[in-house]
């Protein structure tokens, strides 16, 4: 199958950047939870795994409120600022985590984060469909994969630092500036032949209220609701608790930890990149449901495998590798594939809005499912909780069976 060259320009780079950044803030907490925990006084080895999995609330709570007004936000001064005002918020809050003298001063600055990732989750994948309106699904799929190369960087080198004795503060600290570092791509001054093509819709309740209650009676919308809860359960329990899992049920180093996080970063780049290739209009459907099948027995291996079964540790952390790797690729098309899908099978409704709803009902399977898993751990440890990715993902997956058998109207073309 040919495959079309790609057509990029200042601002793909500007939100690669961005999802860089957003990545890397979102991870550096859980990559450095547990010596977090042992010096804010929750250590998760002595029932402080439901205390971890709390500060993702404060988070998810923080990034529903900026995503359900980031529609006004960019209506007022447009996506390309309310993008850069989004890694503001996102690099500075983290930024100042590193100075937060306790468990609550940590939570709620973390709040502060939250809102730029909010505004960045709301509006980075319309900001993609204005630069590319006739293909969006090639293109989201691929600036969705820098959200990989970023828990790359952010576990590969967090771990590093920590395995090597550098202190957790002093790696959120560096984290924050990464963030901020994408500020000036979206501020610098656009040239006439090189200009964001930016919608100046001025968005108020008048206008909108309408559009928000077409979506919310449409009950296709509600089932891609319910997917993208489920899918994103199954996608943040991995990257959030990944590394405290190696490291607590295992025996692994942070450096190690990192490796695990890294493979899984890496399987969803992969995949991303190979997704959103071979996307088409016709086939997102398979994909969303060839990946969620296939990642059923590999999640179950993952919560089954004991060092028992080993003779030495290199082969059974070779082998974790294997499985996180494979996860990687499973997860991978989850949110970005299923919001275009959903909105390309609701073509009445508008996108932009759709969009943020997806995210807005998406994050909160992230926060739910992550403390989900801390209350778990800390009755059945890490192993047992493991058990919940799998039961998320079958979730996904009938969430898929059932819309297919609900009649619909045709897809709007993206041509």
């Keep these: 199958m040919k495959v079309a060259s790609l057509s990029l320009n200042r601002y793909d780079f500007a939100v690669y950047a961005a999802f860089v950044g957003y990545s890397i803030c979102s991870l550096v907490i859980p990559m450095a939870l547990v010596q977090i925990g042992n010096s804010l006084n929750f250590p998760l080895d002595h029932g402080g795994m439901s205390i971890g999995g709390t500060l993702q609330i ?129 501020l610098w001054r656009e040239s006439p032949r090189n200009r964001y093509p930016e919608q100046n819709s001025n968005l108020s309740w008048r206008r909108i209220l309408p559009e928000y209650l077409r979506i919310i009676r449409s009950f296709h919308f509600w089932l891609y609701c319910a997917g993208m809860f489920m899918g994103a359960g199954a996608e943040f329990c991995l990257t959030f608790w990944a590394a405290s899992y190696l490291q607590l049920t295992f025996g692994a180093t942070a450096w190690v930890a990192g490796l695990g996080t890294a493979a899984i970063a890496f399987g969803m780049f992969l995949g ?41 540790r290199p082969l059974l952390f070779s082998v974790l590798m294997v499985l996180l790797f494979l996860c990687g690729i499973g997860i991978a098309p989850y949110w970005p594939t299923l919001q275009v899908y959903g909105v390309n099978r609701l073509p009445e409704l508008d996108s932009t809005l759709l969009y943020i709803f997806f995210s807005a009902t998406g994050i909160p399977g992230c926060g739910f499912f992550t403390w989900l898993i801390g209350v778990l751990g800390d009755r059945f440890q890490l192993r047992g909780a493991f058990f919940l990715i799998p039961v998320t993902l079958i979730g996904y997956a009938s969430v898929l069976f059932v819309e297919k058998h609900i009649p619909k109207s045709s897809p709007r073309s993206m041509t």
């Design 58 to 186: 404060a988070r998810s709570t923080a990034i529903v409120v900026s995503l359900l007004a980031c529609g006004f936000l960019a209506g007022r001064i447009g996506k390309r600022y309310s993008m850069a005002l989004a890694m503001f918020l996102s690099g500075g809050g983290i930024f100042l985590c590193a100075f937060a003298p306790s468990y609550w001063s940590l939570f709620l600055i973390l709040a502060v984060a939250g809102l730029g990732e909010g505004i960045c989750e709301g509006l980075a994948t319309p900001f993609v469909q204005d630069l590319h309106p006739a293909n969006p699904e090639r293109y989201v799929n691929i600036a969705h994969s820098f959200w990989s190369v970023g828990i790359a960087v952010c576990v590969l080198g967090a771990g590093a630092l920590l395995t090597i004795g550098v202190h957790w503060r002093f790696i959120l600290a560096i984290c924050g500036l990464i963030a901020l570092a994408s500020v000036p791509l979206f």
């Design 272 to 312: 991303r990149t190979f997704f959103g290739m071979i996307a088409r209009e016709n086939n997102l459907r398979k994909i969303l449901l060839a990946a969620s099948l296939g990642m059923i027995p590999v999640s179950l291996a993952l919560a089954l495998i004991s060092p028992a079964f080993f003779s030495s």
